[in-house]
């Protein structure tokens, strides 16, 4: 993308850990905030790295929430017929034990129509939020490499 990696440090370290996460930014006025306060710190390749940044972790979190969609699916499957509030407690202790054991199990594989709906999720996401077309561009070019480096770094680490 060619965004200078001093720059992209430090916005990534500007998104993550400091004030925006207080912005709420998964909504449009929060991420509209981050976006302006990344440009007045950083120019137009700021707002580039922050608008990037923000399009790989709206994708990690579709990931993420795929996988814990399909572990809560197996375990609900595993618990049919047990009467309902003994159902709930234990489906609270196992969720929340493979929750904690996933980067130990066979890491998580999406299938084509998971990754292809996380694909239309990510451009309705991008569009409501103006993102350049640079950068959707850019995303969707590679795509199929930001999905395999997530799933990497989701397997070397918790969800």
Same mark, same amino acid.
């Given at each position: 993308?060619?965004?200078?990696?001093?720059?992209? +440090?430090?916005?990534?370290?500007?998104?993550?850990?400091?004030? *925006?996460?207080?912005?709420?930014?998964?909504?449009?006025?929060?991420?509209?905030?981050?976006?302006?306060?990344?440009?007045?710190?950083?120019?137009?390749?700021?707002?580039?790295?922050?608008?990037?940044?923000?399009?790989?972790? #709206?994708? @990690?979190?579709?990931?993420?929430?795929?996988?814990?969609?399909?572990?809560?699916?197996?375990?609900?499957?595993?618990?049919?017929?047990? !009467?309902?509030?003994?159902?709930?407690?234990?489906?609270?202790?196992?969720?929340? +034990?493979?929750?904690?054991?996933? !980067?130990?199990? @066979? !890491?998580?594989?999406?299938?084509?129509?998971?990754?292809?709906?996380? +694909?239309?999720?990510?451009?309705?996401?991008?569009?409501?939020?103006?993102? !350049?077309?640079?950068?959707?561009?850019?995303?969707? #070019?590679?795509?199929?490499?930001?999905? +395999?480096?997530?799933?990497?770094?989701?397997?070397?680490?918790? *969800?």
């Amino acid at each position: 993308m060619g965004i200078n990696q001093h720059i992209a +440090r430090a916005i990534n370290i500007f998104v993550d850990a400091g004030e *925006i996460h207080d912005w709420e930014r998964n909504k449009l006025h929060g991420y509209k905030m981050g976006a302006l306060k990344a440009y007045q710190l950083y120019g137009e390749e700021g707002l580039r790295a922050y608008h990037l940044h923000q399009a790989l972790d #709206y994708i @990690k979190e579709r990931i993420s929430g795929f996988s814990r969609q399909s572990i809560f699916g197996e375990i609900s499957k595993n618990l049919a017929g047990i !009467p309902r509030v003994k159902r709930k407690v234990l489906m609270k202790v196992m969720l929340k +034990r493979a929750y904690r054991d996933m !980067p130990k199990n @066979k !890491p998580f594989r999406l299938n084509q129509s998971v990754i292809d709906q996380i +694909r239309r999720d990510f451009i309705r996401w991008a569009v409501y939020r103006d993102l !350049p077309e640079g950068i959707i561009n850019f995303v969707l #070019y590679h795509f199929g490499e930001i999905i +395999r480096d997530i799933l990497l770094e989701i397997k070397g680490s918790n *969800i």
